[in-house]
């Protein structure tokens, strides 16, 4: 909490701010109501809203008549991060910054790096909230804007964290929302084909990522995947340290061997400046073990110690709708993901082939069926390329909705079916009657990919978010299939 006059030495107010808000509709008393400008809104037309709901002052571009003090500034835009590093007095300068950018893996390698430092030493901050060993909580963004995320950095720093990794979303990184932080160390998983709904162009996407790379100094530290295909470019395009993973004889951090464990995990080997290192990971499939060289190479560079860092990936716990495997009593495999991607479905469909083939080596009857579909008002032009890799990857395939907002499911599947002449699907709109169905065509020893949503509780349809848990579908078809509904 500060006056205006302490805020902004010289403007002559002694109004308390207690907060800042950037959506009028947020607004309370003590809050300071900077007036952003977004690709399609303008926050000064918001003002009156603002003001009447007790916002006590304004940062604006232009003078304004609203009876409540107002700071005329050359960019809101740019002042938001700057009002609030003054605001939460710099936790920035308090906290070592880790930031996760690539297509798919941000939140896994986000969660790994807080559980293999100690969630008491580094929190998170990302697609699965705010938390560290004190708290968990959801948040909005993956990327909040600046009027949260420095308070969110002086909480977690309050809690006694010196170390916080965060997800840095391309929208975000296009949106300027990380605009006025250096982080210590920057980490890039992949970058695959996504969100073209957004930049239209693959490459305005690699782009937005790179900007990542424009938030370092020059004792920062770049973490890059050799093996990614846009590896040369974003090397060349790093202007600090740079240190590298993956599978590649030229990577610092190098994968050179891996055992799976069935959905239980995964035995890995690594090399490091030049000595060999056996570990285990409890999550399955080798993009869990790419992810997990990711944060190793994040976190060795940081100064802990391979053992170190050894013992903590055997301790990981699963990322809750992350390649997740429920056992709810039930004589077939359920597995919760979030893959939306052609990419990230390759992935998870690759681990479920993994553990197919090892069980029909043993004699056991095993089938892949997955039910899946794509986001509405999104990238239609992956559609086509997830039903082709879906449908190859699985035995059968249940396509039905996935927050379809203002598109027809039926559109969507259509789409999801263009370039494909397989006939190894069914379509059922309706989620849950699709999960249902799934669970009633598995057999003892099947794998049942539930993919697109992971634990996500809402479903975008038309302009609403409408509670439907996937959790609770699972718990819903396990319930139809036991009383034979």
Not at 256 to 275: I, K, N, P, Y
Not at 313 to 335: K, N, S, T
């Amino acid at each position: 909490m500060k006056t205006l006059e302490e805020l902004y030495p010289g403007c002559g107010y002694d109004t308390v701010i207690r907060d800042i808000k950037i959506n009028s509709r947020d607004c309370g008393p003590g809050d300071l109501f900077v007036c952003i400008r977004g690709a399609s809104a303008d926050r000064h037309d918001f003002i009156p809203d603002a003001v009447s709901r007790g916002a006590s002052a304004l940062v604006t571009a232009r003078r304004v008549d609203c009876g409540v003090p107002a700071i005329v500034v050359e960019d809101p835009n740019r002042e938001l991060s700057e009002v609030a590093k003054r605001l939460f007095d710099h936790p920035e300068r308090e906290l070592k910054l880790f930031a996760v950018t690539g297509t798919n893996g941000k939140t896994t390698v986000a969660q790994m790096i807080s559980q293999i430092a100690g969630e008491e030493r580094c929190g998170r901050l990302g697609t699965n909230g705010l938390a560290c060993a004190s708290f968990s909580e959801e948040i909005r963004n993956t990327s909040p804007d600046a009027d949260r995320l420095y308070r969110y950095f002086r909480r977690i720093r309050e809690t006694g964290c010196r170390w916080l990794c965060m997800e840095a979303s391309s929208e975000a990184l296009s949106a300027g929302r990380l605009q006025g932080l250096v982080f210590d160390t920057v980490i890039f998983t992949n970058i695959t084909r996504d969100h073209l709904n957004t930049h239209k162009t693959v490459e305005n996407y690699v782009a937005a990522k790179l900007k990542l790379l424009e938030l370092t100094g020059p004792e920062s530290t770049a973490v890059l995947n050799t093996d990614d295909a846009w590896f040369p470019l974003v090397k060349k395009t790093a202007r600090c340290r740079t240190v590298t993973y993956g599978t590649a004889p030229e990577a610092d951090l190098r994968l050179t061997d891996h055992t799976l464990c069935g959905f239980s995990g995964s035995r890995f080997v690594w090399e490091w400046q030049g000595a060999v290192y056996e570990g285990f990971c409890p999550l399955p499939g080798r993009f869990n073990l790419y992810n997990l060289t990711a944060a190793g190479a994040a976190l060795l560079q940081a100064g802990m110690t391979p053992e170190e860092v050894l013992a903590g990936a055997a301790r990981i716990r699963p990322v809750p709708g992350r390649a997740e495997c429920l056992d709810l009593g039930q004589p077939f495999d359920i597995v919760l993901d979030y893959a939306h991607t052609p990419d990230a479905l390759s992935k998870i469909l690759g681990l479920a082939a993994e553990v197919k083939t090892a069980r029909r080596a043993a004699g056991i009857p095993c089938r892949i069926l997955t039910v899946t579909g794509s986001a509405g008002g999104r990238d239609r032009g992956k559609r086509p390329e997830m039903g082709r890799v879906v449908l190859e990857e699985s035995d059968l395939v249940f396509f039905t909705m996935d927050d379809p907002r203002f598109e027809r499911v039926e559109d969507i599947i259509d789409d999801l079916l263009d370039k494909t002449e397989r006939t190894n699907y069914r379509r059922i709109p309706d989620r849950g009657e699709a999960v249902a169905a799934a669970f009633r065509e598995a057999g003892p020893g099947d794998i049942v990919l539930l993919a697109g949503r992971g634990r996500d509780t809402h479903m975008a349809i038309g302009d609403r978010y409408v509670p439907m848990p996937e959790y609770d579908l699972v718990l819903a078809g396990l319930e139809r299939l036991r009383t034979k509904r």
